[in-house]
């Protein structure tokens, strides 16, 4: 029996947001389930992938959050945990995200490590491709989990994208990656890179390379992707189009980048798709979002230049 293109994205840090924006007569008040891994699921549905989501949940937002996530078609496996998820409050009434409130997510114990760990294994083995999303600046879990994660899957055959940076993302290189999806801003901040210049960023590819990536993908906003792929360099650009919201843009690419894994397109294609689902969400104010027919009409525009260049 055959079945669609699945997925199964690891997310440690899912949260609960609350923005409010201008309204007509009164304040628009949106809630929604966050975090990178719900934002890289909720557009792999919109694409046509099964994603399937692993991640902790618990107290009141916890359980705010479950049904949150499973409006937005996305199949939840939730590992219950004693501590709550995190949440924020953003009033954008001003044209600008102000920060209202901001409460972390709580630490992991060793048992709930271990229940969520074994709980992303075995659903991971039974999907096409393995997202590992970070916790993003919350020390949720320890990082040598990734280098786990991604070493089993691998192990076992699976297409494993990382989407991660700082020690997170030395764990997971180090045991092996099918796909590593980081953003020169990231590097830059993480000391890997002094400038988000091409030279800069080529020279950082080959190091992550050589740590045990087979295929890197550095994002660097409105100036493309630069991409290694098969030993080949290239630079992948979208249409130029005005901002809206930049937050979100690269969870969309990673997210049309692995459905197009999930439906066993080539990297460069797959990273087409994703190219133009990043740049559809800066046009929008919801973040991974944006239609399937867009995205995909979309990426017939994203262009591919290939470098004359040798990786170091």
Same mark, same amino acid.
Request: proline content about 4%; charged content about 20%.
């Given at each position: 029996?055959?079945?669609?293109?699945?997925?199964?994205?690891?997310?440690?840090?899912?949260?609960?947001?609350?923005?409010?924006?201008?309204?007509?007569?009164?304040? *628009?008040?949106?809630?929604?389930?966050?975090?990178?891994? @719900?934002?890289?699921?909720?557009?792999?549905?919109?694409?046509?992938?099964?994603?399937?989501?692993?991640?902790?949940?618990? =107290?009141?937002?916890?359980?705010?959050?479950?049904?949150?996530?499973?409006?937005?078609?996305?199949?939840?496996?939730? @590992?219950?945990?004693?501590?709550?998820?995190? #949440?924020?409050?953003?009033?954008?009434?001003?044209?600008?995200?102000?920060?209202? #409130?901001?409460?972390?997510?709580?630490?992991?114990?060793?048992?709930?490590?271990?229940?969520?760990?074994?709980?992303?294994?075995?659903?991971?083995?039974?999907? *096409?491709?393995?997202?590992?999303?970070?916790?993003?600046?919350?020390?949720?879990?320890?990082?040598? @989990?990734?280098?786990?994660?991604?070493?089993?899957?691998?192990?076992?055959?699976?297409?494993?994208?990382?989407?991660?940076?700082?020690?997170?993302?030395?764990?997971?290189?180090?045991? =092996? @990656?099918?796909?590593?999806?980081?953003?020169?801003?990231?590097?830059?901040?993480?000391?890997?890179?002094?400038?988000?210049?091409?030279?800069?960023?080529?020279?950082?590819?080959?190091?992550?390379?050589?740590? =045990?990536?087979? #295929?890197?993908?550095?994002?660097?906003?409105?100036?493309?992707?630069?991409?290694?792929?098969?030993?080949?360099?290239?630079?992948?650009?979208?249409?130029?189009?005005?901002?809206?919201?930049?937050?979100?843009?690269?969870?969309?690419?990673?997210?049309?980048?692995?459905?197009?894994?999930?439906?066993?397109?080539?990297?460069?294609?797959?990273?087409?798709?994703?190219?133009?689902? =990043?740049?559809?969400?800066?046009?929008?104010?919801?973040?991974?979002?944006?239609?399937? *027919?867009?995205?995909?009409?979309?990426?017939?525009?994203?262009?591919?230049?290939?470098?004359?260049?040798?990786?170091?």
């Amino acid at each position: 029996m055959t079945h669609g293109p699945s997925a199964l994205v690891f997310s440690p840090a899912v949260v609960l947001t609350v923005t409010v924006e201008e309204g007509v007569d009164s304040p *628009d008040i949106h809630i929604h389930a966050g975090g990178q891994g @719900v934002w890289v699921a909720r557009l792999l549905v919109e694409l046509g992938v099964a994603a399937s989501l692993v991640g902790p949940f618990g =107290g009141e937002i916890g359980l705010v959050l479950r049904t949150l996530v499973a409006d937005d078609g996305i199949d939840l496996t939730a @590992v219950d945990v004693a501590g709550a998820n995190g #949440a924020y409050v953003h009033d954008r009434r001003s044209g600008e995200r102000v920060v209202v #409130a901001d409460s972390a997510p709580a630490a992991l114990s060793r048992h709930e490590v271990d229940e969520l760990y074994g709980t992303v294994l075995v659903g991971g083995l039974e999907a *096409d491709v393995c997202v590992l999303t970070g916790p993003g600046l919350h020390p949720v879990l320890p990082p040598e @989990v990734y280098g786990r994660l991604a070493g089993d899957l691998r192990a076992n055959g699976r297409v494993v994208i990382a989407d991660l940076s700082a020690e997170h993302q030395d764990h997971a290189v180090r045991a =092996g @990656v099918s796909v590593l999806k980081v953003s020169a801003e990231e590097l830059r901040r993480d000391g890997r890179i002094h400038s988000e210049s091409l030279a800069s960023v080529l020279g950082c590819i080959g190091q992550l390379a050589a740590a =045990g990536a087979d #295929a890197v993908v550095v994002t660097r906003a409105e100036h493309g992707s630069v991409v290694l792929a098969d030993g080949v360099l290239s630079v992948v650009e979208a249409p130029t189009v005005e901002a809206v919201e930049r937050r979100g843009a690269g969870d969309s690419l990673t997210a049309g980048m692995t459905a197009g894994l999930a439906r066993r397109l080539p990297l460069i294609e797959s990273l087409r798709l994703g190219t133009a689902a =990043g740049a559809l969400n800066v046009t929008r104010r919801g973040l991974g979002t944006g239609g399937r *027919d867009e995205i995909e009409r979309l990426a017939e525009h994203v262009t591919v230049r290939e470098l004359d260049v040798e990786v170091e």
